[in-house]
Every structure is written in structure tokens, then in C-alpha cells.
């Protein structure tokens, strides 16, 4: 069973970057598709960017400003979300999700559905404060 744990959120002031970690313990992350989703309060959890982790492609979500970043270190089994100039509007709960689906390469619009997904870590609280 994939277990996974994300770490590095925080309070941070708008205008810094930040990179959160997602780490797979049970099973290794490298045979998975990988995203990061990010549920703002009172708002609607959305997918932010995912990552096929056969291929190396990846997605982006629709809402996504060319800020975001996500990759990967498999000596580390990690997937990383790297988030550049915050804003307060970042605020909310980021989580890691992983699907044992890999898609191809025109089928990866798929990737930033919640429903593609069948393993969830906790998530990790980022607050950007103005």
C-alpha cells in the first residue's frame, strides 16, 4: 500500500517561494502518475500539476500562471511542487495524490481531476500573508 506524506508548507509573505515535498513510503512513487492539488478555504479542491512519472510529462492546471513547478527525485522518492512570487491567493491545504494510471502523453488533461487519483497524503497548510 502507496502511503504518502507531504512537508514543507508554512507561513510564508507574498512575493517569496516555496517548495513542498511529497514522499512514498509502502510502494515507490516511480510507477505512478504524481499531482499536487490545492484546496483554498471554503473553495473547491483543484488540481494544480501532475506528473507521469514513466514518461516525465507533465500538466498543469487551467488556473496555473506559469508559477508552479513540479518535479521529481527518485533517489528520494519525491515529488516536489515548486511555488514561485506567492501571493495571498495561494493560501489552502496542499496535497500529493498518486494513481496507479499512467497516461499518455495527450491523455494527461486527465491528470488534474481528483478523481483520478486513488491514494491522498494529509497535506500541508500553506498561508501567504500580505
Known amino acids: 500500500q502507496l502511503h504518502l506524506a507531504e512537508s514543507g508548507g508554512g507561513l510564508v509573505q507574498a512575493g517569496q517561494s516555496l517548495r513542498l515535498s511529497c514522499g512514498g513510503s509502502?510502494?515507490?512513487?516511480?510507477?505512478?502518475?504524481s499531482g499536487w492539488f490545492r484546496q483554498a478555504p471554503g473553495k473547491e479542491r483543484e488540481g494544480v500539476a501532475c506528473?507521469?512519472?514513466?514518461?516525465?510529462?507533465?500538466y498543469y492546471g487551467q488556473s496555473q500562471t506559469g508559477r508552479f513547478t513540479i518535479s521529481r527525485d527518485d533517489a528520494k522518492d519525491t515529488v516536489y511542487l515548486a511555488i514561485e512570487r506567492l501571493e495571498p491567493e495561494d493560501t489552502g491545504v496542499y496535497y500529493c495524490?498518486?494513481?496507479?494510471?499512467?497516461?499518455?502523453?495527450?491523455?494527461?488533461?486527465?491528470?488534474?481531476?481528483?478523481?483520478?487519483?486513488?491514494?491522498w497524503g494529509q497535506g500541508t497548510q500553506v498561508t501567504v500573508s500580505s
Open positions: 506528473l507521469n512519472m514513466d514518461t516525465d510529462g507533465t
Open positions: 495524490a498518486a494513481s496507479a494510471t499512467l497516461l499518455s502523453p495527450n491523455a494527461m488533461q486527465y491528470c488534474v481531476h481528483r478523481n483520478f487519483y486513488d491514494h
Open positions: 509502502g510502494k515507490s512513487l516511480k510507477v505512478y502518475t
